[in-house]
C-alpha cells in the first residue's frame, strides 16, 4: 500500500489538454501527406510507390486523372519517398476524420506530356467518383439532435469487424490516464444495448458481416456509427476479396471516418467528438481549411 | 558448445529411419530435404523421437508447374541452428496426405487448414471437422491457383457449427462471442459450466479470416511488407522483419550490421511495450487497478520513443527488404537512450507496485495452469509456453539480427500459471533492457539498407522471428514480375490456441478473462 501511494505522490498529472490545447506530438510522426497539385508534374512514381492504392493515376485521350483516398491512405510515407520533386510531402497533421466518405478523396486532372509526365493542372475536384454506392447516413437534422441527445454524456460500443488489432490497441489506450476518455464524458459500455456509438474498425470480413448488422440493430436509436481506420473505410491493404466485404459503410450506414493505420489515439478522440458536433471537421481530403476545393 | 554441436540435424538424417532425398543446406538457416508420401509418418516420427520438433505444416498449389500439391513439414531441434524443411509430393489426382495430428497434436489446426484451404484431404485426422473456412461457407479451396482472389461468394447459407453438446443436471452452457464485453478481437468461446467451474471450452476462431496469405500473391514484394505488418496490429515490427528475412534470405543478401542492430533494438521495443501493456492488463482483470494505470502510463512513453525512432507508435513503414527505410540520427538515439533510462526506474516501481500486493499474488497463482507435458505436446510457442517449462526462445537457437552479438537469458517456469506467465513477461522486460542497452553501445555508423534486386521466379526462403508471443514463420515462394507465388505465415497464436482450452479446465468463469489475458493470442494472426 505505502509504494501505491508514494508512487501516486510522485506521479504528476500526466493525462493530455488536448482537445482544450494543442496535441503536443512527436517530431518524427508520419501524419498525412499533402500534396501540391499546381507543380505537381508527375504522379507516377507515387502511385506506383503506394502500397494500398491510395494514389491512382489513370490517362485517357492526352488527360490524366489522379485520385488521392485519405481513407485507403495508411500514412507509411512510400510516396513522398519516392517523388523526389517535392511536390509531395508528409505532415504531422492527424485531424482527418470526416463526415463524408467523399471528403477524403481528392481527384485532380491534368493534360498528359508526350514523356508521359503532367502538364499544367486543369482542377481539382473533392467527392466520391459517381457510381460508388454506399448506405445514406443521418440527414442534418437528426445530427443536430445528435448533439443535444448525446453531445454531453456519450457509451460506445466498441466493434473489431476484422482489424488486425491495431486500432483496437489505440481505442484500448483511450481509456489509459494519458487520454483519459472519461474526463471528456464518454465511457465504453460492454453491450450494444447500452450504446450509443459503435466504433467499428474493419475490413469487414464475409464471417464478422452479420455480427456487425445484428450489433448494429440490437443498439438503440438514436446511434451513431464511426468507422475507424483505413480498413475501416475502405478495406485498408486488404481490399475486397473472397473473405472480407470492404469498408464498414458497405454494411451499415455511417457517419464518421477516422482515417489512420491505426489512428492515433488524438485523431480518435476528434473523429468521436466531430461525429457529437463537440469538434469540427478540421481537413477536407488532408487540405486543412474550411471550404471545399473547387473544379 | 562449440559450433559443430548446433549441427545435430546431420547426424539424426542417418538415423530417422526412413531415406530423405535431396538433403542439403540452402543458406545458413535451412536444410532442405524431400521425403516420399508413403514415407511421412514414419519420418516425422523418427525426427519427433531424435527430439525434432515440429513447428509447421504448409501446403502449396504446383498443379500449373508440376500438376502436383507440395506439403512442407518444419522441424527445428535444440541442437542445431538451422531448420529442416522436409517436402513431399502430393499428386492432383489423388488430393490426400497422412495425418500427423494423432501423434502431434500440435498440427491439428494446421493439417486441418490445409484440408479448408487446398481441398487436401488429411488421411487419419481424429477431428476432421473445418477450421479455417466456417461451416457455413459453400465447398470452396481458396489458396487453389484456379480461385480468383476477388470471388464474390453468395450468401451462406451452410449449415453452422454443431458444438459438443452440454448434457447433464444443473449442466450448462455460456456462449459468448463473437463480439466481446471488452476491446478485444472476435472469436466465439463456448463454455461449458457445472456452477462457476468450466468443465471444458470450444473455441471458434478464424472471424476475422480475411484471405491475407491470397493477398500476398497479388502483391509486388516492396508492397507486401505493408501486408505482412497488417497481420497482428501488436506484431507490426516482428512481422514485417519475418517477412523481411524471407525476401532477403530467397535474395542471397547480407544487411548491414547497422540494419541488424538496429531491427534488434526495434524488435525488443515492440516486445517490451506488449509485455509491460500485458503486466497491467493481467493486474486489471483481478482488479488491481492501480496497477494498470501505472502500466499503460510507461507504455505511452514507450510507444512516444517507437514514433520518435520509426514514425509510428506500433513501429510501421521502417522495416525494408535490405534493412530499414530511414537512418537514426545522434539525436534520435539520444532520445532513446535517456527514455530507457526513465522507463527502467518506472518498471521498477510498477513492480513494486505489482508485487506489494497479497491478494493479487493470491488471484494469480495456481490459476490457469498448463502443465509441461501438455504444453510440449500441443508444441506451445513463446511466453506460453516458456511458462510451463517449454525451454525455446528463437532469438537463442537461431539466432537472426544481432542477438548473436549480444547477452541475454531466456526465463523458463515450470508452473505454467498465469502468475508464471507474468513473471516470463516481467524477466523478458529486463532481458529486452539489457539488450537495448548492449546494442547502443555498439551502434557504430554505417549504411542502414541495401537494396535488394528484382527476385527471379521460383526463389524460396524462411523468415524466423521470435515476436514478443512466440515464434513467427514466414515461408515465401518467389513468382514472375516481382510478384510472390506463395506465402505461408505461421503466427504463435496458431500454436497456442489450444493451450487455454487445456489451461481453463477446472477454472471458474471469472477467472476466464485472466487466464486468457496471460496468453494474449492474436485473432487477426491465427485467422490471417
Known amino acids: 500500500m505505502f509504494h501505491i501511494f508514494k508512487k501516486a505522490a510522485q506521479t504528476h498529472l500526466v493525462t493530455i489538454g488536448y482537445p482544450h490545447a494543442p496535441a503536443q506530438i512527436p517530431e518524427n510522426f508520419r501524419g498525412a501527406p499533402v500534396f501540391d497539385f499546381a507543380t505537381w508534374r508527375d504522379a507516377r512514381p507515387a502511385a506506383e510507390a503506394c502500397p494500398t492504392g491510395a494514389i491512382v493515376k489513370g490517362d485517357s485521350a492526352g488527360r490524366r486523372r489522379v485520385t488521392v483516398d485519405y481513407g485507403l491512405c495508411i500514412y507509411c510515407g512510400q510516396c513522398a519517398e519516392a517523388d523526389d520533386s517535392g511536390a509531395v510531402k508528409i505532415t504531422r497533421n492527424f485531424e482527418l476524420a470526416a463526415r463524408e466518405r467523399g471528403d477524403l478523396i481528392l481527384t485532380a486532372e491534368y493534360p498528359v506530356e508526350p514523356d508521359g509526365s503532367q502538364g499544367e493542372l486543369i482542377g481539382v475536384a473533392c467527392g466520391r467518383p459517381s457510381g460508388a454506392e454506399m448506405l445514406e447516413p443521418l440527414t442534418q437534422k437528426v445530427q443536430s439532435r445528435i448533439h443535444e441527445v448525446l453531445g454531453r454524456s456519450l457509451a460506445i460500443r466498441e466493434v473489431d469487424a476484422g482489424s488486425c488489432n491495431g486500432c483496437e490497441m489505440e481505442i484500448g489506450a483511450l481509456n489509459n490516464p494519458v487520454y483519459d476518455l472519461e474526463r471528456l464524458g464518454i465511457h465504453f459500455v460492454a453491450s450494444p444495448r447500452h450504446a450509443d456509438m459503435l466504433l467499428v474498425t474493419g475490413p469487414v470480413t464475409r464471417n464478422m458481416e452479420l455480427a456487425l448488422l445484428k450489433t448494429y440493430r440490437a443498439t438503440p436509436a438514436p446511434k451513431i456509427v464511426v468507422a475507424v481506420g483505413a480498413c475501416g473505410i475502405s478495406g485498408g491493404i486488404f481490399g475486397m476479396n473472397y473473405a472480407t466485404v470492404g469498408g464498414v459503410d458497405t454494411v451499415v450506414p455511417v457517419d464518421v471516418f477516422i482515417p489512420g493505420c491505426p489512428p492515433r489515439p488524438h485523431a480518435l478522440l476528434h473523429g468521436i467528438l466531430l461525429a457529437l458536433g463537440r469538434m469540427e471537421q478540421r481537413a477536407i481530403a488532408g487540405i486543412m481549411s474550411s471550404s471545399k476545393p473547387s473544379l | ?528
Open chain 2, 1 to 528: 558448445m562449440t559450433q559443430s554441436s548446433f549441427r545435430i540435424f546431420d547426424q539424426i538424417r542417418d538415423c530417422c529411419g526412413v531415406a530423405l532425398e535431396r538433403w542439403h543446406q540452402a543458406n545458413d538457416v535451412e536444410i532442405r530435404a524431400d521425403a516420399t508420401l508413403p514415407d511421412v509418418r514414419d519420418m516425422v516420427a523418427g525426427l519427433i523421437l531424435n527430439g525434432c520438433r515440429l513447428a509447421s505444416i504448409f501446403a502449396e498449389d504446383r498443379t500449373a508447374a508440376s500438376d502436383d500439391f507440395l506439403i512442407y513439414y518444419v522441424f527445428d531441434h535444440m541442437q542445431d541452428r538451422r531448420f529442416l524443411v522436409v517436402r513431399t509430393t502430393i499428386p492432383s489426382d489423388m488430393p490426400v496426405f497422412p495425418s500427423v495430428a494423432a501423434e502431434v497434436p500440435a498440427v491439428n489446426w494446421q493439417e486441418r487448414e490445409i484440408q479448408d484451404w487446398f481441398g487436401l484431404v488429411a488421411d487419419g485426422h481424429p477431428n476432421p471437422r473445418r477450421v479455417a473456412l466456417h461451416d457455413n461457407w459453400p465447398d470452396i479451396h481458396p489458396l487453389r491457383k484456379d480461385f480468383p482472389f476477388d470471388t464474390v461468394l453468395p450468401p451462406f447459407e451452410g449449415e453452422q457449427h454443431v458444438y459438443r453438446p452440454t448434457l447433464g443436471e444443473g449442466v450448462f452452457q455460456i456462449p459468448v462471442g463473437p463480439v466481446h464485453a471488452g476491446i478485444i478481437e472476435p472469436g466465439h468461446f463456448n463454455f461449458a459450466v457445472a456452477g462457476e467451474p468450466i468443465l471444458y471450452l470450444q473455441l471458434r476462431m478464424f472471424f476475422t479470416h480475411k484471405g491475407i496469405e491470397k493477398r500476398f500473391e497479388q502483391l509486388p514484394v516492396n508492397r507486401a511488407v505493408y501486408l505482412a505488418e497488417s497481420i497482428s496490429g501488436d506484431s507490426s515490427f516482428s512481422h514485417g522483419t519475418a517477412f523481411c528475412q524471407a525476401i532477403e534470405r530467397a535474395a542471397q543478401i547480407e544487411i548491414p550490421v547497422r540494419a541488424r542492430r538496429m531491427r534488434t533494438v526495434l524488435l525488443e521495443l515492440e516486445r517490451i511495450y506488449n509485455h509491460v501493456g500485458d503486466i497491467g492488463a493481467i493486474a486489471n482483470d483481478v482488479g488491481f487497478a492501480v496497477a494498470n494505470a501505472h502500466a499503460s502510463r510507461l507504455r505511452e512513453s514507450i510507444l512516444a520513443m517507437n514514433e520518435e525512432l520509426s514514425g509510428s507508435r506500433l513501429l510501421r513503414g521502417i522495416v525494408c527488404p535490405g534493412g530499414l527505410r530511414h537512418d537514426w540520427n545522434d539525436r534520435q538515439v539520444e532520445c532513446c537512450r535517456e527514455s530507457l533510462k526513465s522507463s527502467e526506474q518506472e518498471f521498477v516501481d510498477l513492480m513494486q507496485i505489482v508485487d506489494s500486493s497479497d491478494s493479487t499474488r493470491d488471484r494469480l497463482e495456481r490459476t490457469g495452469i498448463l502443465h509441461p507435458d501438455k504444453a510440449r505436446d500441443l508444441g506451445i510457442v513463446g511466453v506460453g509456453g516458456r511458462a510451463s517449462g517449454v525451454d525455446r526462445d528463437l532469438r537463442r537457437d537461431h539466432p537472426y539480427a544481432a542477438y548473436d552479438e549480444v547477452s541475454f537469458e531466456v526465463p523458463v517456469y515450470q508452473e505454467g500459471d498465469v502468475l508464471r506467465r507474468m513473471r516470463v513477461r516481467v524477466d523478458e522486460v529486463w532481458q529486452s533492457l539489457r539488450i537495448i542497452k548492449q546494442i547502443l553501445t555498439i551502434l557504430e555508423p554505417g549504411p542502414n539498407r541495401v537494396s535488394v534486386p528484382v527476385l527471379p521466379a521460383d526463389c524460396v526462403a524462411l523468415g524466423a522471428v521470435e515476436g514478443w508471443r512466440g515464434e513467427i514463420l514466414h515461408w515465401i515462394r518467389t513468382g514472375a514480375n516481382g510478384r510472390l507465388e506463395r506465402c505461408k505465415i505461421k503466427d504463435p497464436s496458431l500454436n497456442n490456441w489450444p493451450a487455454l482450452v487445456e489451461a481453463v479446465q477446472g477454472n471458474i468463469v471469472p477467472d476466464f478473462p485472466v487466464i486468457n489475458k496471460s496468453f494474449n493470442l492474436s485473432y487477426s494472426g491465427t485467422d490471417r
